[in-house]
C-alpha cells in the first residue's frame, strides 16, 4: 500500500505507534470517565460472583479461616475468577457487561472490528495491567492518546457505541 507524501509530513505529531487517535481518528477513544464507570460495574459484578462461590464454598461444607494460607488461597482464586472474567468476556463476547451498559465498543486501531488474536492480547493485557498493581489501568492519565497497556498490547481501544451512543448521554 503506497502512503501519500502529506501523511508523511505529519509524522512528528503522530504517537509512538504511527497512529494519533482522538479527534482525527475514525472513532475518538472513549472519555476516561465512561471508562472508568464500565471498570466499576465490572468490578461491583466480579466481586458479587465471586462472593457468591465464596457463599456456595461455605455452604457446601468448606471453610476459610484467617491465616496466611488460606489467604494466598483466597486472593489466588479472585486471581482466576479476574482472568476468566475479562478473558471470557472479551475473547467470545467482545465487551465486558460493563462496557456494554455505559455504551462501549472495541475497535482496531485502523478502526475496524478486532481480530480474535487481537481480543486473546486485550484479555492478555487486562491481566498484565492490574497483576503490576493496576498500573497499566492508571496509565491511561498520562498517556497522550489515554489509552491503556490493553489497548497498547491489542492495538485495540474504546470507543462509543454509535448506536447506544443516542441512548447513555456522556458524561
Not at 8 to 34: C, H, N, Y
Not at 103 to 119: E, K
Not at 134 to 140: D, K, N, V
Given at each position: 500500500?503506497?502512503?501519500?507524501i502529506?501523511?508523511?509530513?505529519?509524522?512528528?505529531?503522530q504517537?509512538d505507534?504511527?497512529?494519533?487517535?482522538?479527534?482525527?481518528?475514525?472513532?475518538?477513544?472513549?472519555?476516561?470517565?465512561?471508562?472508568?464507570?464500565?471498570?466499576?460495574?465490572?468490578?461491583?459484578l466480579?466481586?458479587?460472583?465471586?462472593?457468591?462461590?465464596?457463599?456456595?464454598?461455605?455452604?457446601?461444607?468448606?471453610?476459610?479461616?484467617?491465616?496466611?494460607?488460606?489467604?494466598?488461597?483466597?486472593?489466588?482464586?479472585?486471581?482466576?475468577?479476574?482472568?476468566?472474567?475479562?478473558?471470557?468476556?472479551?475473547?467470545?463476547?467482545?465487551?465486558?457487561?460493563?462496557?456494554?451498559?455505559?455504551?462501549?465498543?472495541?475497535?482496531?486501531?485502523?478502526?475496524?472490528?478486532?481480530?480474535?488474536?487481537?481480543?486473546?492480547?486485550?484479555?492478555?493485557?487486562?491481566?498484565?495491567?492490574?497483576?503490576?498493581?493496576?498500573?497499566?489501568?492508571?496509565?491511561?492519565?498520562?498517556?497522550?492518546?489515554?489509552?491503556?497497556?490493553?489497548?497498547?498490547?491489542?492495538?485495540?481501544?474504546?470507543?462509543?457505541?454509535?448506536?447506544?451512543?443516542?441512548?447513555?448521554?456522556?458524561?
Amino acid at each position: 500500500m503506497e502512503i501519500p507524501i502529506s501523511r508523511q509530513e505529519a509524522a512528528p505529531a503522530q504517537s509512538d505507534l504511527g497512529l494519533r487517535l482522538g479527534a482525527e481518528s475514525i472513532s475518538p477513544v472513549a472519555d476516561l470517565s465512561t471508562r472508568g464507570r464500565a471498570a466499576a460495574i465490572d468490578v461491583g459484578l466480579l466481586l458479587f460472583s465471586y462472593g457468591g462461590m465464596l457463599a456456595l464454598f461455605g455452604a457446601l461444607g468448606g471453610r476459610l479461616g484467617l491465616n496466611r494460607l488460606d489467604a494466598v488461597v483466597t486472593l489466588a482464586t479472585l486471581a482466576l475468577f479476574y482472568a476468566q472474567y475479562f478473558a471470557l468476556f472479551t475473547i467470545f463476547g467482545g465487551a465486558t457487561p460493563g462496557m456494554m451498559f455505559r455504551g462501549l465498543r472495541v475497535v482496531s486501531f485502523d478502526g475496524s472490528t478486532p481480530t480474535s488474536r487481537q481480543m486473546v492480547a486485550r484479555s492478555f493485557g487486562y491481566i498484565v495491567s492490574a497483576g503490576t498493581c493496576f498500573l497499566g489501568f492508571l496509565w491511561a492519565l498520562w498517556d497522550e492518546d489515554r489509552l491503556c497497556w490493553q489497548d497498547r498490547v491489542s492495538q485495540t481501544y474504546l470507543t462509543r457505541n454509535e448506536t447506544d451512543a443516542k441512548v447513555l448521554p456522556p458524561a
